[in-house]
């Protein structure tokens, strides 16, 4: 099967969909598919090139068998509407225009929160008469309403109806979780062909490992207990609740959280700290994919953190899969929703109301002072990695994009997990 997929962000970067299209499309690779996967040159989430590319119209470089063509875009951070809007738009138009002189694929797939890159694969398979498959990583623009970055507009409004549109001319859609399922077929999409395949995680990629102690020495971490948030820090994830939370347990001394990443409150969240003196929050920048496990071996608690809006219950970080394969228990502060539901299923961690610095506060003081509590919840988060096995989910997913391919994607929800094959 030659498989094109369109996504805004790919590796170097090391945002949840960028990882997801990279480590899938490896195990196609592996089971003997053409994967062409069309993309920006990597700039998330500061918007600027990262060392060695250039935002050029056309450039193909070979990434593990993947057959990887970044096109030029405008290059804006990860805040603000107009710029990011304008980012967005400019792939649309790149992506498909050179999508429309690539060898003639199989099946055309995109991949959402990046909405507009759902928008030209879809125009690239009708100009092409290809079937196309939605990926659905985000209900956009209904999470950017959510957080405040757009108030609801007529456009907004335009933009849902097109959105809809999608999902329905799709020959399939792929649901990173059941509630975005739910929601879709509440809206009057068919269920049978949206199949769930959520994030996951490469075990092999992390792993328990001591605490790298260069690292905890550079940052001032040797010999403190740290609760780790690793990841984007966006309007979606309240971060200011973190502080709030820190702010509680300012006395314990051997306390730290540690804020790596990046995004667009990050720089307001390091002001704000500073200005409330908070000693025991660490800020590192983002770090490269290949560091991520010496990072996570600085924890003794991951942290995923939400904003308290109905919205995000149905949001599932793919931060905790990375935890639950270093063997961290995991600090979940969310909506109750479809994150709370693995984490407790799977025994891996404790989960409080989002935005509840109390709350967050009494589980972070019982977590520092019942190591063996700690260890049990740890020991259970490393055997559940193995239950979401990113080897399984791409194997789901290419069941579910050769049905596309041959117009059957009616069936999508009938495809096992894991794949059928």
Same mark, same amino acid.
């Given at each position: 099967?030659?498989?094109?997929?369109?996504?805004?962000?790919?590796?170097?970067?090391?945002?949840?969909?960028?990882?997801?299209?990279?480590?899938?499309?490896?195990?196609?690779?592996?089971?003997?598919?053409?994967?062409?996967?069309?993309?920006?040159?990597?700039?998330?989430?500061?918007?600027?090139?990262?060392?060695?590319?250039?935002?050029?119209?056309?450039?193909?470089? %070979?990434?593990?068998?993947?057959?990887?063509?970044?096109?030029?875009?405008?290059?804006?951070?990860?805040?603000?509407?107009?710029?990011?809007?304008?980012?967005?738009?400019?792939?649309?138009?790149?992506?498909?225009?050179? !999508?429309?002189?690539?060898?003639?694929?199989?099946?055309?797939?995109?991949?959402?929160?990046?909405?507009?890159?759902?928008?030209?694969?879809?125009?690239?398979?009708?100009?092409?008469?290809?079937?196309?498959?939605?990926?659905?990583?985000?209900?956009?623009?209904?999470?950017?309403?959510? =957080? !405040?970055?757009?108030?609801?507009?007529?456009?907004?409004?335009?933009?849902?109806?097109?959105?809809?549109?999608?999902?329905?001319? *799709?020959?399939? =859609?792929?649901?990173?979780?059941?509630?975005?399922?739910?929601?879709?077929?509440?809206?009057?999409? &068919?269920?049978?062909?949206?199949?769930?395949?959520?994030?996951?995680?490469?075990?092999?990629?992390?792993?328990?490992?001591?605490?790298? @102690?260069?690292?905890?020495?550079?940052?001032?971490?040797?010999?403190?207990?740290? =609760?780790?948030?690793?990841?984007?820090?966006?309007?979606?994830?309240?971060?200011?609740?973190?502080?709030?939370?820190?702010?509680?347990?300012? %006395?314990?001394?051997?306390?730290?959280?540690?804020?790596?990443?990046?995004?667009?409150?990050?720089?307001?969240?390091?002001?704000?700290?500073?200005?409330?003196?908070?000693?025991?929050?660490?800020?590192?920048?983002?770090? &490269?994919?290949?560091?991520?496990?010496?990072?996570?071996?600085?924890?003794?608690?991951?942290? @995923?953190?939400?904003?308290?809006?109905?919205?995000?219950?149905?949001?599932?970080?793919?931060?905790?899969?990375?935890?639950?394969? *270093?063997?961290?228990?995991?600090?979940? @502060?969310?909506?109750?929703?479809?994150? *709370?539901?693995?984490?407790?299923?799977?025994?891996?961690?404790?989960?409080?109301?989002?935005?509840?610095?109390?709350?967050?506060?009494?589980?972070?003081?019982?977590?520092?002072?019942?190591?063996?509590?700690?260890?049990?919840?740890?020991?259970?988060?490393?055997?559940?990695?193995?239950?979401?096995?990113?080897?399984?989910?791409?194997?789901?997913?290419?069941?579910?994009?050769?049905?596309?391919?041959?117009?059957?994607?009616?069936?999508?929800?009938? =495809?096992?997990?894991?794949?059928?094959?």
């Amino acid at each position: 099967m030659n498989i094109l997929f369109l996504t805004e962000n790919f590796p170097p970067e090391t945002n949840a969909a960028a990882t997801r299209v990279f480590e899938r499309a490896c195990y196609w690779i592996k089971a003997g598919h053409r994967v062409t996967v069309i993309t920006s040159a990597p700039n998330f989430p500061e918007g600027r090139l990262f060392p060695g590319y250039q935002n050029r119209w056309r450039q193909i470089k %070979d990434m593990d068998g993947i057959r990887v063509v970044r096109v030029k875009t405008y290059i804006a951070p990860n805040r603000g509407v107009i710029r990011r809007t304008l980012d967005f738009l400019s792939f649309m138009v790149t992506a498909f225009c050179t !999508g429309l002189f690539e060898s003639k694929p199989d099946v055309i797939a995109a991949t959402s929160p990046q909405f507009f890159a759902a928008v030209a694969g879809w125009m690239l398979a009708g100009a092409r008469h290809r079937p196309f498959v939605f990926e659905l990583g985000d209900l956009w623009p209904a999470s950017i309403a959510a =957080v !405040g970055a757009v108030r609801s507009s007529v456009a907004l409004r335009m933009i849902e109806k097109l959105e809809l549109h999608l999902y329905i001319r *799709s020959e399939a =859609v792929v649901a990173l979780t059941q509630a975005f399922k739910d929601n879709l077929i509440g809206r009057g999409v &068919p269920g049978n062909k949206i199949a769930v395949i959520p994030n996951g995680v490469d075990s092999w990629r992390y792993g328990p490992r001591d605490k790298d @102690a260069e690292l905890a020495k550079t940052w001032g971490l040797e010999n403190k207990f740290v =609760v780790g948030y690793v990841g984007t820090h966006g309007m979606a994830h309240a971060l200011g609740n973190v502080l709030d939370t820190a702010e509680r347990l300012k %006395d314990l001394d051997g306390l730290r959280f540690l804020l790596a990443g990046a995004g667009a409150e990050r720089d307001a969240l390091i002001t704000e700290a500073e200005q409330r003196g908070l000693k025991n929050i660490v800020f590192m920048p983002p770090q &490269p994919k290949d560091a991520m496990p010496g990072v996570w071996s600085l924890c003794d608690v991951a942290l @995923a953190h939400l904003k308290n809006d109905p919205l995000f219950a149905g949001v599932l970080p793919s931060k905790i899969f990375e935890a639950m394969a *270093s063997g961290l228990a995991i600090l979940l @502060a969310a909506p109750k929703g479809e994150a *709370s539901r693995i984490v407790e299923a799977d025994g891996a961690g404790i989960c409080v109301p989002a935005e509840d610095p109390d709350a967050l506060a009494g589980a972070v003081r019982r977590l520092m002072d019942d190591a063996p509590a700690l260890k049990a919840l740890a020991d259970k988060s490393l055997a559940a990695a193995a239950l979401h096995s990113r080897e399984a989910q791409a194997r789901h997913m290419a069941d579910v994009l050769e049905l596309a391919a041959g117009r059957r994607g009616i069936e999508a929800s009938s =495809v096992p997990a894991g794949g059928g094959k």
